[in-house]
């Protein structure tokens, strides 16, 4: 079974940076999906960025196209570099694991059985 460990979240004046980070550990396969999704309050839970490992496909939503990138190492870390931070970023990241990375209009589809992150804060203030 895969666990996934979230860190580097917190607080950030707008225009400033963070970088999130995931960890998985356990069995997995050869080739699968990691990224993140966001949910602010009220609002519906968000793709924001997915990469294949032992892939390298990447996927980065227009939302926040040219101010985030993922990348990973080759210990099956995870990271997301938040740049230009927006008061509209403030949300709880949460770190997602599937077989594949699914992008169906425009958007990461993401399975009903894919494995959670318990999810990182991320504040942005003026």
């Known amino acids: 079974d895969v666990t996934l460990v979230e860190s580097g979240g917190g607080s950030v004046q707008a225009g400033g940076s963070l970088t999130l980070s995931c960890a998985a550990s356990g069995y997995t396969p050869g080739s699968f999906c990691m990224g993140w999704f966001r949910q602010a309050p009220g609002k519906e839970r968000e793709g924001v960025a997915a990469i294949t490992i032992g892939g390298g496909n990447t996927y980065v939503a227009d939302s926040v196209k040219g101010r985030f990138a993922i990348s990973h190492d080759n210990a099956k870390t995870v990271y997301l570099q938040m740049n230009g931070l927006k008061l509209e970023d403030t949300a709880m990241y949460y770190c997602?694991?599937?077989?594949?990375?699914?992008?169906?209009?425009?958007?990461?589809?993401?399975?009903?059985?894919?494995?959670w992150g318990q999810g990182t804060q991320v504040t942005v203030s003026s």
């Open positions: 997602a694991a599937d077989r594949e990375c699914t992008i169906l209009g425009g958007q990461w589809r993401i399975a009903d059985n894919a494995r």
